[in-house]
């Protein structure tokens, strides 16, 4: 809560965050997006939000447009899985839920958790194009 309060609006600055110094645990993976707010302020988080909110309705609108109940059903559950992160992780971060070590898609860091969600969304992607076909 430190982090996120000390970005105020617009942030200290890129690389500039005091608490991923030695005050925030695991602040690399669990806690990015501590230190997304305190770099890039009120702002910067609104835009990962915002970022965030875009991907999932476009993938819940594009599932809806699919005729074939597979690839609806895979396209739901590839939207849920990544809202349930992202809500996961924020609420774990603003202190609104427990800390259970869910990484936040795309910008935790860590290999598995990145692959995971991008090899995820890729397969999506291609049978939605195969739907175009």
């Given at each position: 809560?430190?982090?996120?309060?000390?970005g105020g609006?617009?942030?200290?600055?890129?690389?500039?965050?005091?608490?991923?110094?030695?005050?925030?645990?695991?602040?690399h993976t669990d806690?990015?997006?501590?230190?997304?707010?305190?770099?890039?302020?009120?702002?910067?988080s609104l835009a990962v939000v915002i970022c965030y909110a875009m991907l999932i309705m476009r993938l819940y609108n594009s599932?809806?447009?699919?005729?074939?109940?597979f690839n609806r059903i895979f396209g739901y559950c590839v939207a849920?899985?990544?809202?349930?992160?992202?809500?996961?992780?924020?609420g774990m971060t603003i202190g609104l839920m427990p800390v259970i070590g869910i990484p936040l898609?795309?910008?935790?860091?860590?290999?598995s958790s990145l692959w995971a969600f991008t090899i995820l969304l890729f397969i999506y992607i291609r049978m939605d194009l195969e739907k175009r076909k």
């Open positions: 809560l430190y982090a996120i309060g000390s609006l617009t942030g200290k600055g890129l690389g500039e965050s005091i608490q991923k110094n030695s005050y925030l645990a695991a602040s806690f990015i997006f501590s230190i997304w707010c305190e770099e890039w302020g009120f702002i910067g599932a809806e447009k699919q005729k074939d109940r849920s899985c990544i809202l349930l992160h992202v809500v996961i992780n924020l898609p795309f910008l935790s860091y860590g290999g």
